[in-house]
């Protein structure tokens, strides 16, 4: 068969491979371990379900050979094993756009680098920071042909037929001249302890070992081949919590995540009664590069007494929860329940309800940095489960965190509460696309000189929807600045005088902005400003960005208020302005500087800057 060239991003990522990361290379034999305990999982469950395989005498194990004198290593399973078109596709290109993203992701950091190899499905390319040569020999289980996949990593790969007697991979790894500590039996073994201990299959190291044979002057050397089990080989999730130490659980962690971090947290429970299962979840320290990819990979593993089922059921947990990594265990479930019997199947539905409390609860927990780093990586998708969650709104509430007009960092609803006014009962807040733009905003000046704290939201694509939707929480009313009276405002009386005194004016402004503007009033909110805008909470449009945002449509312009500052000296003194032409260029720079003190764009640009200058002009 005729040389083919790898993916262009491929190529890419083995350059990077063979020329940039250093600082880990010993990660390369974790990634083709687990790449094995996976196919062993496929064919473990085939051979439960599948009448071709049941009668098949087999167990799952993973072979690591060292051949000093050949300077190769060889990593070998009997799982289901690859065609010629799986070598295409799982070895010559990435099925995923990820790569694209693992690419942009780098830092020219080696260390932090190479961390992202395995989180991002490319884990089988790190053998090129130690190879020369791989060659993949593999025969896909129920298929009498085998295949070898061969490359140097320098751009082009071949793929041949082979003979294989049994199904399974063998990865042959023909080592670079100053990679020989691969070779060293001790060297194999700290690394297997250290990342794939509890592979829930046995680990064999095979090797040239020295021993001698005879007494004194007729002691003869001979080198014999041994095979010894180098890893625990038993499934964590079902030993007691008892008899685990936190490194366990973090190298368990670390072999299914492919995460060189440690977890924020773990938690690990088994489940008795009616329905009896064990799950064990982690929250990782860094948020999976495709957190916010439609094609992201679930992250949960399915088993059923002990036998892999699936790790693509995106079922499993919430989307929002898409971040935790794990395991579930079930000893009710049938080995053979279908993919789409297991979106139905009311005994997963009790197991993802329950989960899900543990997990949330899990997350409430943390605190200190650990509680900043969750908040740093997940809020976002912790809104997400706000929006889409009813039955958990009220924990998740309790998680999210945002801006403030009066702390520094982020702040909960419950650190809101504790210093707000527990008479009223309201929590204040601001959404926009900017941080700066709102903290700036004339619109939070009445709250400065009160000193009432507002929630800078500026995540406007997804505040905008899910906020509104809260209501209330622990009884206290959410309130969009926007939308109310600002607080300490003058009396019903006093601000009917001060709207009489000022009617012809902002009669008069109206009628040169026209339909620019719904209405031209005074504002009790502003302090400094002259004027500001806001949408006219009234409109029917106003209430429906929720639903044209989820449409994926842009929601219709809502009608602008302009409000004006009864007690600023430029509304003053324009009310006695009789130059008509200057009135008007005056009102037009009111609504045009108004909307840019809340990123909104002047309805044209260099109208207003004309305008400005004229201005400048005139006071000079």
């Excluded at 700290?190 to 095979?206: C, D, F, G, Q, R």
């Excluded at 625990?232 to 008899?243: D, G, R, V, Y």
């Excluded at 707000?420 to 807040?429: A, F, H, L, T, V």
Aim: proline share 3%; charged share 35%.
């Amino acid at each position: 068969m005729a040389k083919q060239q790898f993916q262009t991003e491929i190529g890419q990522l083995l350059k990077l491979m063979t020329h940039s990361l250093y600082s880990n290379k010993e990660i390369f034999i974790r990634e083709l371990v687990s790449n094995g305990s996976d196919a062993i999982d496929k064919f473990n469950y085939l051979s439960l379900t599948d009448e071709k395989f049941k009668d098949e005498e087999w167990s799952g194990k993973i072979t690591i050979k060292i051949d000093k004198d050949d300077s190769s290593l060889s990593i070998i399973d009997n799982g289901i094993g690859m065609n010629d078109t799986d070598m295409v596709e799982h070895l010559g290109t990435i099925a995923k756009s990820g790569t694209k993203a693992f690419m942009e992701q780098l830092s020219g950091d080696a260390k932090k680098d190479s961390n992202l190899i395995g989180q991002f499905g490319v884990g089988f390319y790190s053998v090129f920071m130690v190879a020369s040569q791989v060659d993949v020999i593999s025969k896909k289980a129920g298929e009498e042909q085998a295949y070898m996949f061969s490359t140097d990593g320098q751009g082009e790969f071949e793929i041949k037929p082979v003979t294989k007697e049994s199904h399974g991979t063998v990865v042959y790894i023909k080592l670079k001249d100053d990679e020989k500590e691969f070779l060293d039996k001790w060297r194999v073994e700290e690394v297997v302890k250290k990342y794939s201990n509890h592979i829930a299959y046995p680990i064999m190291l095979t090797y040239e070992d020295v021993e001698f044979e005879g007494e004194g002057d007729d002691k003869v050397e001979k080198k014999v081949t041994k095979t010894e089990q180098i890893n625990s080989a038993t499934a964590l999730w079902t030993l007691p919590k008892s008899e685990l130490s936190k490194d366990d659980y973090v190298e368990f962690y670390k072999s299914i995540s492919h995460d060189d971090q440690e977890p924020l947290t773990y938690l690990h429970n088994k489940v008795e009664g009616a329905n009896e299962f064990t799950t064990l979840f982690y929250i990782p320290r860094k948020a999976p590069l495709d957190l916010y990819r439609a094609d992201y990979q679930a992250g949960v593993k399915l088993y059923v007494k002990r036998v892999f089922i699936t790790d693509e059921d995106k079922e499993l947990l919430p989307p929002y929860l898409r971040f935790v990594r794990g395991i579930i265990d079930s000893e009710d479930l049938p080995l053979n329940v279908s993919r789409e019997l297991l979106q139905e199947n009311r005994i997963l539905a009790n197991i993802k309800q329950n989960s899900v409390k543990k997990i949330l609860t899990a997350i409430k927990k943390l605190d200190g940095e650990d509680a900043e780093i969750f908040t740093q990586e997940y809020n976002r998708v912790i809104k997400e489960g706000i929006y889409s969650d009813y039955t958990n709104k009220d924990t998740l509430l309790d998680i999210v965190k945002y801006k403030s007009s009066l702390e520094d960092g982020m702040v909960s609803f419950a650190d809101y509460i504790s210093r707000g006014d527990s008479e009223k009962k309201e929590i204040y807040y601001i959404i926009g696309k900017d941080e700066k733009t709102l903290r700036n905003s004339p619109l939070l000046e009445a709250y400065k000189k009160a000193n009432i704290e507002v929630l800078i939201m500026d995540d406007e694509e997804v505040d905008s929807i899910v906020t509104p939707m809260i209501g209330t929480y622990k009884e206290w009313s959410l309130k969009d600045i926007t939308t109310i009276e600002a607080p300490e405002s003058k009396t019903q009386e006093e601000k009917e005088e001060i709207e009489k005194e000022f009617k012809e004016l902002t009669s008069k402004i109206k009628d040169i902005l026209g339909e620019e503007v719904k209405e031209v009033k005074i504002s009790t909110r502003l302090t400094e400003s002259p004027s500001c805008v806001v949408k006219d909470s009234s409109d029917p449009m106003a209430g429906m960005a929720a639903m044209f945002a989820q449409m994926g449509q842009e929601l219709p312009p809502v009608p602008l208020i302009l409000e004006i500052n009864p007690d600023s000296d430029m509304i003053k003194k324009l009310d006695k302005v009789e130059d008509e032409k200057l009135f008007e260029d005056v009102s037009w720079v009111l609504l045009d500087s108004a909307k840019l003190a809340e990123g909104l764009e002047p309805k044209d640009s260099a109208e207003f800057a004309k305008r400005v200058a004229s201005l400048a002009s005139l006071a000079l």
